[in-house]
């Protein structure tokens, strides 16, 4: 279907409540969280007969000789089946398999953006255990790993034996070990804190399903003791004797006693575990449990008892939910990615003890580990402490995959699992980094120091435009700055009205009126004072004043009133920076503006310059821009490898461009000795090693350039369309180098979500400028 042809998909209603928000966001604008992808391409006649019939008979025919064949010439080896048939969902209980499908397209989700891995989610009318036995196993040619999620226990423990025993790749209950391994690290860690020793500590649990004895199991082998665990269920205690609602999995840890509900056991307690159901612990409850107490509400969506409460209730706990906006997040999401990462890197033939043992170790030893600059921006910048609100990395932490992987890798390698043990760990290392910064989660640490900045006032100069106050209302919702907007208070009331925002102005946010504004005569002085020499007089600076809304932003800017403006969502690019350089100027130092993209695409992140600005850099301005985009760069927790690019590679053309480039490579290295930097090249020598080494095996240049440097605006601005369209990318930017204070001048096909990342970038902007330009 075409672009053209395709359904407009309607807006998301501002005011929803979050229900109503997922539901649109599941819906638009294509049904549902996945699709599949070639990755081959099959342009010609050539290409079919290579990937359908004929050609396709030598691998069939390779792998039917030597089966491990199949992951050399097949996707097996990165494709995990999420398999569920929804006879327990999150905590929504027994909603069958196909309600259950958005949950599992969820985890293949988070399959490949955490961990780059594949997934088919497979929803299946099976809820007996026979039939999820038999099917699931008749799955095997077609995959590298089963994932079972959501199976309601005690089925789940006999099905995923059953299947670990019949099948010759990884089976993997993520509500069991998934939240196993994540619980272990954070019981290690609370209880180091605590000052105590696992084999002392009183357990109690409330759930006795699949989450909550896996925990046990792995807690058990950890060292703490059976007989200081007590167990509840929807009945209560699980104890000897009990004979209704009772299975040999919870048998394993019936207490001898006559107390038969949580309010009797709970005292003394030092770990409370839930992995049960929302709202089952009383804040009265929590009196009664030892010092230090751990508490961990792990049900989802809504926790055994809310953070706040248990809080109020026992100052001195630590707390744990399976939620992202509370600290310590217990959530599987930690574990399976990676471990399922690590597992199929080295072709396990199952996940043992020893593989979840040093996820266990790796994720515990992560969170007192310092953090790393990179690391902090998942953060909102700051640098977590190993502490109370600290006892486990948060999801979005960059090093999971790189301390997990390698860990579960060697333990399968050490205990003779692993079909293709990892040879080279540097390298395999070196593979998973260029993974995590390709990940798309490339504007995270943005938002996080964007959160956490102070400078965070952002002047809109098309304040009365709809992607506007769309961008306004996500951004005070999402507490990422603080927008002022500039245009007439009653369109801008009225528009609100129209398009449901429930944000409101001098309420929720500033409003400039240019057509009234105390501040008035003041913006008129300073502009006149900075414009008075360049043909404009009096009369015409109140005029402009009155009219551009761009000036107001940027006077505003460098009066101190905002500290950062968003323009050009209206209106032409060079208008705009014309206003921006008269009133905000450059910074000290520096030649000229420049724009920077980014391309967020399915392959990765990339960042091209110049976009927007130079129809004709010269040398010097090339090497000045490739050092700003450098620097802004840096921003993103990214650490920037540039190529200077154009027709010519390392000198096999000799034309204007190809020596201007040359020229700016030794004056980049001159200025910026420790930017990794090369050119000048062919685009094709950026991004492969391979081609570059071929030409110049030398290159200082390593892997794939993530800063691309042209010779001119038509080459850069061209590309950037081409790549955007053809790819589907989303691009992040313009974004202005150069300017003394930050401004950024948008284009008109800015969507709001565009508004939104622009004036995230801004406010860290505000906050962290100059990160090491040097004139
Ligand atoms: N944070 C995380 O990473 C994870 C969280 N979870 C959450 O844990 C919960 C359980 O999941 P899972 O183990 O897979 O499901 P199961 O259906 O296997 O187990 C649910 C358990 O909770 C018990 N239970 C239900 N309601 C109550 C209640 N009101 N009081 C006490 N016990 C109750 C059940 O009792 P009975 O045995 O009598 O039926 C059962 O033992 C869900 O909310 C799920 O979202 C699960 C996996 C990971
Ligand atoms: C997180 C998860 O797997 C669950 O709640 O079921
Ligand atoms: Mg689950």
Not at 308 to 326: H, V
């Amino acid at each position: 279907m075409n672009a053209q042809d395709k359904p407009k998909a309607p807006t998301m209603p501002v005011s929803a409540d979050l229900d109503e928000q997922a539901l649109f966001f599941h819906r638009y604008p294509r049904p549902g969280k996945l699709e599949i992808q070639a990755t081959k391409p099959l342009g010609n006649q050539r290409d079919l007969a290579l990937a359908y019939s004929p050609g396709v008979a030598a691998p069939c025919l390779a792998i039917r000789d030597n089966p491990d064949m199949a992951a050399d010439y097949t996707a097996r080896a990165n494709l995990v089946a999420v398999v569920s048939n929804g006879s327990a969902v999150l905590g929504l209980g027994n909603i069958g398999p196909l309600a259950s499908k958005p949950v599992m397209e969820g985890k293949a989700v988070l399959f490949k953006k955490f961990a780059g891995i594949d997934v088919f989610d497979i929803e299946i009318d099976a809820p007996g255990i026979e039939a999820m036995v038999s099917t699931v196993s008749a799955l095997e040619p077609t995959f590298g790993g089963i994932n079972l999620e959501d199976i309601k226990s005690p089925e789940c423990f006999e099905v995923e034996r059953r299947l670990r025993e019949k099948m010759n790749i990884p089976v993997f209950h993520d509500d069991q070990h998934g939240t196993a391994i994540i619980v272990a690290a954070a019981v290690l860690n609370g209880l180091e804190l605590a000052g105590k020793n696992i084999a002392d500590v009183k357990i109690v649990t409330s759930g006795a399903g699949a989450a909550a004895l896996a925990c046990l199991h792995l807690l058990v082998s950890l060292g703490a003791k059976k007989e200081n665990i007590w167990v509840h269920d929807i009945e209560g205690l699980v104890y000897d004797g009990r004979n209704t609602l009772m299975d040999e999995w919870k048998e394993i840890y019936t207490q001898k006693s006559d107390k038969r509900v949580l309010a009797d056991s709970i005292g003394g307690a030092d770990v409370f575990l839930g992995l049960s159901a929302a709202g089952v612990l009383k804040p009265e409850l929590l009196e009664q449990m030892a010092d230090k107490p751990l508490i961990m509400a792990l049900a989802n969506p809504t926790p055994e008892i809310m953070p706040e409460l248990a809080r109020a209730a026992r100052p001195d706990a630590m707390i744990c939910t399976g939620r992202s906006d509370f600290p310590n997040q217990v959530n599987n999401v930690l574990c399976f990615p990676y471990i399922f990462r690590g597992a199929l890197d080295c072709g396990a033939r199952t996940i043992n003890e020893e593989m979840k043992m040093a996820a266990v170790k790796a994720i515990a030893a992560l969170a007192r580990e310092e953090v790393s600059d990179v690391a902090a921006r998942a953060y909102s910048g700051e640098s977590p402490i190993f502490g109370a609100d600290y006892l486990i990395p948060s999801p979005f932490d960059p090093r999971l995959i790189l301390r997990i992987a390698p860990a579960v890798a060697k333990a399968a390698a050490e205990t003779g699992v692993a079909a293709r043990p990892i040879q080279d760990f540097e390298a395999y290392l070196d593979q998973l980094n260029r993974f995590v910064w390709r990940s798309g989660f490339v504007m995270k640490p943005i938002f996080s120091a964007a959160k956490v900045s102070e400078k965070n006032r952002v002047i809109f100069a098309e304040g009365e435009d709809e992607r506007v106050l769309r961008a306004a209302q996500v951004l005070l919702e999402e507490k990422t700055a603080t927008p002022i907007l500039i245009g007439r208070p009653s369109v801008i009331e009225a528009r609100l009205a129209r398009f449901g925002i429930r944000i409101r102005p001098n309420v929720d946010f500033a409003v400039v009126n240019p057509e009234d504004d105390p501040r008035y005569r003041d913006y008129v002085d300073e502009y006149f004072a900075l414009v008075g020499r360049e043909g404009i007089n009096p009369e015409a600076a109140r005029t402009i004043v009155r009219t551009n809304n761009t000036v107001i932003g940027a006077l505003a800017v460098k009066r101190g009133d905002a500290d950062a403006l968003i323009c050009g969502v209206e209106g032409r690019y060079d208008k705009h920076l014309s206003d921006v350089n008269q009133i905000i100027g450059k910074r000290p130092g520096v030649c000229a503006f420049s724009g920077l993209s980014l391309v967020i695409s399915q392959r990765g992140a990339m960042f091209f310059t110049d976009t927007f600005v130079n129809y004709n850099p010269s040398a010097q301005e090339i090497a000045e821009i490739t050092i700003l985009a450098a620097e802004e760069i840096r921003r993103f927790g990214i650490t920037p490898k540039a190529a200077l690019i154009c027709h010519s590679n390392f000198g096999s053309r000799d034309s204007e461009s190809a020596q201007k480039m040359r020229a700016a490579l030794k004056l980049v290295r001159q200025r910026a000795p420790e930017l990794e930097v090369d050119g000048e090249m062919q685009g094709g020598s950026a991004l492969s090693e391979t081609l570059r080494k071929r030409a110049m095996p030398d290159s200082s240049l390593t892997g794939e350039a993530n800063l691309l440097v042209f010779p001119n605006l038509d080459a850069a601005n061209i590309s950037l369309g081409l790549v955007r369209n053809l790819t589907d990318a989303l691009h992040v930017g313009p974004i202005l180098l150069g300017a003394a204070q930050p401004a950024h001048i948008l284009s008109s096909s800015v969507t709001s979500r565009g508004v939104v990342n622009m004036a995230a970038l801004a406010v860290v902007e505000a906050s962290q400028p100059n990160l090491q330009f040097q004139s």
